[in-house]
């Protein structure tokens, strides 16, 4: 009976504080990549690096916000409760305190490891040797957000004309062998 108790009061716990649920928010680089290239509609991307930042590189979708705009209670009240919300910053520097009143309301909130420093580390460095299946997905990924093509030719899929890549068709007529002349 004396065994049971402290395990009792453990499973009757509350829920984690809010703090807790901050660290456990995290999410890594290639896992919202490949939420990107699947095409998937829930969630949303905010970035919350200053406007000079932003307009040099962001993720794909991100819409540019400040900390003040997303905890002002009219913008707080407005996003949606059914998508998730994936923030970054810079680097890992952000720590998600800010975020709180967003966890409070009981959004699905996440951060980017490492934000904006980690994007660029994981997902657009240049390629590297590719040995297990870990790194093959990460390669292709990194393929993806540098507009590489899956050939690994190291020429962007822009710049690369159209007409190199269509084959002329051939139209000339097999000649028949004289043997079928005598049937």
Known sequence: MILILPFFFIACEKEPKIGNRVVKAQVSPLLIASWIIEGRNDFTLVDLRPKEEYEKGSLPGAILMTLEEITHPEILSGLPEYKKIVFYAEDSEFDGKNL??????????????NGYAGWKKQVLQSP?????????????????????SALGTPKTLQTIPAKSLIRKPSFKKKKKKQADEGC
Not at 100 to 111: D, E, I, S, T
Not at 135 to 143: L, P, T
């Open 100 to 113: 709180l009143p967003l966890f409070a309301k009981g959004l699905h909130v996440m951060l980017i490891e």
């Open 128 to 148: 590297f040797p590719v040995l297990t299946l870990e790194e093959k997905q990460r390669d292709a990924i990194g393929k993806y957000f540098r507009g590489e």
